[in-house]
């Protein structure tokens, strides 16, 4: 054997290619198990991203209830603690007196003519 038999050329030939089609299909195979790791790992911080949204969430719109229970039985034990005094809302001036509180809480300056000190109370 010659080295230029073709016989020899023909096998290593077909050994380089036996050789380089193996890597290829192992590396294809090793990239699939790195790509669908990679995708499983975003997929877990993207759960755990939102399920902790999830609880502070929940956690706010817990809180928010307890606060609006809370204010309500505030107002509750007020209202029945003092039942001489009538509520605010049913004298003839309760919308006079709403708009003034919305004024000052808003910063625009109260009406000349809305003021008792123009007109005698009602009551």
């Not at 090793?30 to 502070?56: F, H, P, T």
């Not at 005094?85 to 007196?97: E, K, S």
Request: proline share 4%; aromatic share 6%; with cysteine.
């Amino acid at each position: 054997m010659s080295p230029l038999d073709m016989r020899l050329w023909l096998a290593a030939l077909v050994l380089l290619g036996a050789t380089s089609g193996v890597s290829y299909v192992m590396g294809r195979s090793d990239g699939r198990k790195v790509e669908r790791a990679a995708a499983a790992k975003a997929e877990a911080d993207w759960r755990a991203n939102a399920d902790a949204a999830y609880a502070l969430y929940l956690e706010a719109r817990d809180k928010k209830q307890i606060e609006y229970r809370t204010i309500t039985k505030t107002v509750e034990v007020a209202k029945h603690a003092t039942p001489d005094i009538p509520d605010c809302r049913t004298g003839d001036d309760w919308l006079r007196i709403f708009r003034e509180n919305a004024a000052i809480a808003n910063g625009t300056t109260v009406p000349s003519g809305s003021g008792s000190a123009d007109r005698p109370d009602t009551r």
